[in-house]
């Protein structure tokens, strides 16, 4: 195991090593870049960050969709001791705002990207009133179409292990974005606790389709595997949503030992794949699959492991893990090649405090839970109860944790320090668990965060745009993250305030679902309809008391009502009228399955998420190469609209 004390001096140890990053651009478009490459790309583009006046410990934010520039840019950052800050490029609006909320809070920094993204992020800002933040970042930005020559080197900066090696913004998070600060040796100490139980070694071979800006992408499945001089392959997220069977055609032919994913995008990957053979797939290399970023469902995980066993994947290859950005990633692991281990609660008795009560299997009272090992070496957790006092075996509390790998605090936000941390100086997590037989199993949540596809968002800031909708006022709506019985993946879920008759909710409930579509990118599952919104003494609303309400199936009647109700409306709604029209309904009726799509449907009103509008954007661009980005798809959010628009590009 390498001795390096920080990112810099393991880039320069490893410069010599003979293996490199696979881009996998498309099925038959690939190139790599050798460890040799990648330190001299780095310098390179540090010698052009330096020009443009960024200095050690300035902020430099990379705003990138394509990896083979991300992994340049950030690594340029890094040997020059300026900070990078990741910040996903997203398709909507909120994801555009987030961008210039986090420019604000770091005060002034650079800005590294390309003109095309520049360009939209200008337009945003001049229609929302933030040009003056937009024009104070765009002088301090470089633009990667930019880039010609990296032939002289930029001068390296020694980086103490102390020191910030990057910033990274709570995904999702949208009002009030939290930085979490990472040091060289918080990184470092994470890699060397990972593979000392993971046994990570240079001959494995890994590959990935996690985003690099967040954590399980870029330090699990970049800086980890390049600790250890692992031959790593990344995959264009995008790629992955529109095409999800190549993540294992990719494994299967560079003989993949170390994959990951969280729970959408094994669901994912089993409804492309459907009921097709499996010719030609060997998973028989891998060794672990990682699972986590959000609750895992050993159901879908039994279902997946089941369903890939005629390609030779082995069931004790699932690999359910614990962490968070606060971690630099990892916190708990289980020991690598051993049988998932899962125990059954009930999910009446998990209050803090409570002593769990086991069930059999199949109980309808019962939540089957994973077990996610035990804290990984240079970590520790503890159960604590209310009072931040540790909790014996057996007993749910709150999770803490403490260690090398553990973040000292939030970007200049010391009211969310004061938050994290307790006065014995242990990190609350916000999760709830309970240790049993040694083993971490995760109960829940004590902090409201929702986990959709791999992310978490605040409720608050979800509830703060649907009170854009006239009636919808402060208190009158909630958003939680609830699971049915049924289901394997969490999903949004909206209650709203209304006790009149259920014909005028469904305007209501369409124009919520559609707003927080519009701006997040994120599908609503369902907009409940309550008499009451349930609260504390306090004042506090209880999100929990209703997902129980919601995953009890409580609320079934009123939905089922509800959809008949949208569905008598959408009677009268126009057909494709044009060639054009009928191939983009086509389109769009097979990417949103089971929903009624006329052509004067508003997307996000029938719950287009981002997700779907990347698989609706790709199946139009083979029919119309090069006429329709993705971003048009909020502008023009109706197929009859998308028509007219792309008819007068054609006709240009």
């Known amino acids: 195991m390498l001795t390096v004390t920080t990112l810099t001096e393991l880039l320069e140890a490893n410069r010599g090593f003979p293996r490199g990053v696979t881009y996998l651009e498309s099925e038959k478009d690939s190139r790599t870049v050798t460890f040799a490459e990648l330190h001299e790309r780095a310098l390179g583009i540090l010698y052009h960050l330096q020009r443009l006046g960024a200095r050690p410990g300035d902020r430099l934010i990379l705003?990138?969709?394509?990896?083979?520039?991300?992994i340049d840019?950030?690594?340029?950052?890094?040997?020059?001791?300026?900070?990078?800050?990741?910040?996903?490029?997203?398709?909507?609006?909120?994801?555009?705002?987030?961008?210039?909320?986090?420019?604000?809070?770091?005060?002034?920094?650079?800005?590294?990207?390309?003109?095309?993204?520049?360009?939209?992020?200008?337009?945003?800002?001049?229609?929302?009133?933030?040009s003056e933040t937009f024009e104070r970042l765009r002088g301090r930005a470089f633009l990667v179409d930019d880039l010609d020559d990296i032939s002289r080197p930029g001068k390296v900066h020694r980086a103490r292990p102390e020191d910030v090696a990057f910033i990274q913004f709570s995904s999702g998070s949208t009002s009030q974005p939290k930085g979490v600060v990472l040091t060289h040796g918080n990184i470092l100490a994470n890699a060397r606790g990972s593979t000392e139980v993971a046994g990570f070694n240079e001959r494995d071979v890994s590959l990935s389709w996690m985003p690099l800006t967040h954590d399980m992408g870029l330090i699990g499945f970049h800086l980890v595997m390049f600790f250890n001089r692992v031959h790593a392959h990344l995959m264009p997220t995008d790629l992955f949503i529109r095409r999800p069977l190549l993540w294992l055609e990719f494994a299967s032919r560079v003989r993949a030992s170390i994959l990951c994913s969280p729970n959408f995008g094994y669901k994912h990957y089993l409804k492309v794949l459907g009921e097709r053979p499996l010719e030609g797939l060997d998973l028989s290399s891998v060794r672990l699959i990682f699972n986590g970023a959000e609750p895992i469902s050993v159901a879908l995980c039994e279902q997946f492991l089941a369903r890939l066993a005629p390609a030779r994947l082995s069931r004790n290859a699932m690999y359910p893990v614990y962490g968070l950005a606060e971690a630099s990633l990892a916190v708990s692991f289980p020991p690598p090649g051993a049988p998932m281990r899962t125990l059954v609660l009930n999910r009446h008795a998990l209050a803090v405090g409570s002593e769990?009560?086991?069930?059999?299997?199949?109980?309808?009272?019962?939540?089957?839970?994973?077990?996610?090992?035990?804290?990984?070496?240079?970590?520790?957790?503890?159960?604590?109860?209310?009072?931040?006092?540790?909790?014996?075996?057996g007993r749910v509390g709150h999770l803490h944790m403490r260690g090398e790998n553990v973040t000292g605090g939030y970007f200049e936000d010391p009211e969310a320090n004061a938050a994290a941390f307790t006065a014995d100086g242990w990190l609350r997590t916000g999760d709830l668990a309970v240790v049993w037989e040694g083993d971490l199993y995760v109960t829940g949540r004590a902090k409201e965060i929702i986990f959709v596809n791999g992310q978490n968002y605040y409720p608050h800031d979800l509830e703060a745009i649907a009170q854009h909708v006239e009636g919808l006022e402060l208190g009158k709506v909630v958003a939680a993250g609830a699971r049915k019985r049924d289901s394997d993946v969490e999903q949004l879920v909206l209650f709203v305030l209304h006790r009149g008759a259920l014909e005028d909710f469904v305007p209501l409930a369409t124009a919520a679902a559609r707003v927080i579509?519009?701006?997040?990118?994120?599908?609503?599952?369902?907009?409940?309809?309550v008499k009451r919104i349930p609260k504390t003494t306090s004042g506090k609303i209880q999100r929990h008391l209703l997902e129980q309400s919601y995953t009890d199936g409580e609320?079934?009647?009123?939905?089922?009502?509800?959809?008949?109700?949208?569905?008598?409306?959408?009677?009268?709604?126009?057909?494709?009228?044009?060639?054009?029209?009928?191939k983009l309904k086509a389109i769009c009726d097979a990417a949103l399955g089971g929903k009624r799509v006329s052509v004067d449907d508003n997307l996000f009103e029938l719950g287009a998420s981002s997700l779907k509008l990347i698989e609706i954007h790709e199946q139009i661009d083979r029919e119309y190469p090069g006429k329709i980005d993705l971003t048009e798809l909020f502008d023009f959010p109706t197929i009859a609209e998308l028509a007219r628009h792309l008819e007068s590009k054609l006709a240009g």
Request: net charge negative; proline share 6%.
């Open 73 to 130: 840019a950030f690594w340029a950052a890094i040997m020059g001791g300026i900070v990078p800050v990741p910040v996903a490029l997203g398709i909507s609006d909120e994801h555009r705002h987030k961008l210039l909320r986090i420019a604000r809070r770091l005060g002034e920094p650079f800005l590294y990207s390309e003109r095309r993204s520049l360009e939209r992020i200008g337009a945003f800002a001049a229609a929302s009133g933030q």
């Open 63 to 70: 705003f990138l969709g394509n990896n083979e520039q991300f």
């Open 517 to 529: 579509n519009e701006q997040t990118g994120l599908e609503v599952a369902d907009v409940v309809p």
């Open 356 to 393: 769990v009560q086991r069930l059999e299997p199949g109980d309808r009272d019962g939540i089957e839970l994973v077990s996610e090992g035990k804290a990984i070496p240079y970590c520790s957790v503890r159960i604590a109860d209310e009072e931040d006092r540790p909790l014996p075996e």
């Open 555 to 582: 609320f079934d009647a009123e939905l089922a009502a509800l959809s008949a109700l949208r569905a008598e409306r959408g009677t009268a709604h126009a057909d494709a009228r044009t060639e054009i029209e009928a």
